[in-house]
């Protein structure tokens, strides 16, 4: 789910995640109707055979934990790991695409997003994402922290590996092309 401020940055990572996975969808928007997001939550999902339609059995938020639920607020869902997920064909990991600010008020207007389970990334390494200014090291692009979400869900870091070093090369090519200007 891609905050519209977002669409049109050169150096944005969504597009580049959605034209790698095939059987993700890419939603722009910051309030979404309930019932779409309701149908992007819990939809059929994509598969490689067109016979096959799946609904998901769980829908998991890529978000870091809240330290306390908003006063007033819904209750925050538990936190989830992969060993909470068993079976990943069948898991639909929603991601918000923005900065802080504009996730947390993408966050803040969808309270269908405040209900769902809740991954979080630990102990990330730095990110290689230098065209975008950053104020800690490990906070990472949308595509970096997707994949470690996916190899944090699958237990297999290495089947990302392609898609990182694709990333690096989108990376590179635009501060070549920054730098002569």
Known sequence: MQHPL??????????LLHL???????????????????ALISGPLRTPFKSAVLAPKRSILLYPDPPQAPEG?????????????????????????GTWRKSRKMLYLNPLLQQLPRLALRDMPASHYRIRKAHKPDQLSTLEATCAALAQLDGNAVAWLP??????????????HHASR
């Open 6 to 15: 977002e669409v049109g940055h050169a150096k944005g990572s969504a597009r």
């Open 20 to 38: 790698s996975l095939p059987n993700s969808a890419l939603a722009i928007g910051e309030n979404f109707d309930p019932e779409m997001l309701q």
């Open 73 to 97: 607020g819904l209750p925050v869902p538990p936190a989830t790991g992969a060993s909470d997920v068993l079976d990943l064909s069948r898991t639909r990991l929603i991601v918000l695409d």
């Open 163 to 176: 898609l990182l070093a694709a990333f690096d090369g989108f990376v590179s090519q635009q501060s070549e």
